[in-house]
């Protein structure tokens, strides 16, 4: 660790991250060597290495740590209390990372981070590890340099959100009156652009399924049953068809029923974000011609609901040709999800759809995946993000933007159900393209180094906002 003593006296804030960005990195990457992959077993013991090593971090920083055990993967609690006077701000963050297949597409190794052109790379560096960090480097600013934080900081670092948060609810219920604060910040999505400092108010929600189609007992020749029996590809692929409409809407009855409409304010915000459209074509190398008509790309992202195939599976994949009838196909689909829009209801739509479209002569299996939930949207007329949009304007000398997350983190709504009262704000960190589920991906160092200063500096501006409130 970089000592105060190397520094001028008083350090400031923006002096002591910019002298000790090589230090947290290298930090950093001790943490991104752990593969703390949640949804694969044989990972079991590295989630615990993961929580172990964030625990050792905090307790460095004057921390009390616990465990919390649930049903699946630990979480790790952490709590700093100055003064049981003060406003108190719970972060939340997450130390399990998605799985790193394709393993051969990446360019280094996926454990083995390493710093270049400007970025960091390693599985975690962006979601979440990296983005948690940034709020444990933040807190040392403040004690390295001030002696104390400005208010009472939490950590919640959760080990199971990357498949689902399937026990997290329940970990939040048990244990409520710990966890509870004045506000609740979350870093784990991204900036719109580099340069342009973000604020999410807003995510979708989700819904995901196996559907399997079974026909034949086995395996048919094409020649000898072709024509006589139905072929379960196929009638996979007419059922996947039919759930949008060639306006691109999703065509399962009262799947609209419930969305909301668009505040003005929200409109307004919308149109000012129009720039987005070329930051996803860009990054997705196709241009945005998918979505329902009528809608700006803005609106199709961030506020209208979708239906997406995800994988598909049956058949003869290998080199040359088979004629066959498969017994089976499969596919992995799912719906992002608006506000007002229930999942159960919807849930029970999708089943009764898929069961319309299901010709005699087979059989459909529809299995609902563990995890998802309702989407998340919470008022911006609140002092906590007021507190944001300035501590973001002074780290990155840039106005701030409002968006609606288009993917889905099930923690903000989770904490909602728990504390009605208690805004949760998303202050991410990352960019368009990192590869945060793909092979290699990355962080933008100098968001590292600004997203250190923001979070410093939004805890000493919701400090004096909760106070004088």
């Known amino acids: 660790m970089i000592e105060s003593s190397v520094l001028e006296k008083p350090a400031t804030i923006e002096s002591y991250v910019q002298a000790s960005v090589p230090q947290f990195l290298e930090e950093l990457c001790e943490w991104l060597k752990i593969p703390s992959i949640s949804s694969l077993p044989q990972h079991k013991a590295d989630i615990l290495r993961s929580v172990d090593w964030a625990s050792a971090a905090l307790v460095k920083l004057g921390f009390k740590t616990e465990i919390l055990r649930t049903k699946g993967q630990p979480s790790l609690y952490a709590e700093r209390i100055e003064d049981k006077r003060w406003p108190t701000l719970l972060v939340y963050g997450h130390l399990d990372v998605q799985p790193v297949d394709p393993v051969e597409q990446w360019i280094r190794p996926p454990f083995e981070p390493c710093v270049q052109d400007g970025r960091l790379w390693g599985r975690g560096a962006a979601d979440d590890k990296g983005q948690t960090f940034i709020h444990i ?27 689902g948060s399937p026990n997290f609810e329940a970990l939040v219920r048990e244990h409520q009156g710990k966890l509870a604060g004045e506000a609740v910040v ?135 040709s088979k004629t066959i009838i498969p017994q089976r196909a499969g596919a992995k689909v799912s719906m992002r999800l608006v506000p007002n829009q229930n999942p159960g209801k919807i849930v029970k739509s999708f089943e ?18 563990p995890g998802g939930g309702p989407a998340f949207v919470e008022d911006l007329d609140q002092p906590v993000f007021q507190a944001a949009f300035r501590a973001l304007r002074r780290a990155f000398g840039a106005e701030p933007v409002f968006e609606r997350c288009g993917g889905s983190i099930f923690a903000p709504e989770i904490f909602k159900r728990a504390y009605a009262q208690t805004p949760v704000l998303m202050m991410g960190f990352g960019l368009p393209g990192e590869n945060a589920h793909a092979p290699n991906e990355w962080l933008d160092l100098d968001n590292f180094r600004l997203g250190i200063i923001a979070s410093a500096y939004f805890y000493e501006e919701f400090a004096n906002k909760a106070r004088n409130k």
């Open 137 to 163: 480097k933040a807190c040392e600013t403040w004690l390295k340099t001030r002696g104390r934080l400005p208010l009472n900081v939490k950590f919640i670092i959760e080990g199971e959100e990357e498949i």
């Open 186 to 320: 979350i870093s784990d999505t991204a900036m719109l652009a580099k340069g342009v400092p973000t604020v999410s108010y807003a995510t979708r929600g989700l819904v995901y399924f196996d559907v399997v189609v079974e026909g034949p007992k086995l395996d048919l020749h094409s020649g000898s049953f072709g024509g006589a029996v139905l072929n379960p590809a196929l009638v996979l692929a007419k059922i996947l068809a039919a759930m949008t409409d060639r306006k691109g809407r999703v065509a399962i009855p009262c799947f609209y029923q419930d969305v909301a409409k668009l505040t003005k304010l929200e409109k307004k915000m919308f149109s000012r974000a129009r720039f987005v459209a070329k930051e996803i074509e860009a990054v997705a190398g196709v241009p945005c011609v998918g979505g329902e008509k009528g809608y700006s790309v803005v609106e199709r992202v961030w506020a209208r609901p979708t239906f997406e195939v995800h994988g598909l599976t049956g058949g003869f994949h290998g080199e040359g």
């Open 352 to 369: 009764r759809w898929v069961a319309k479209l299901t010709p005699n002569g087979v059989k459909v299996r529809v299995s609902m995946v």
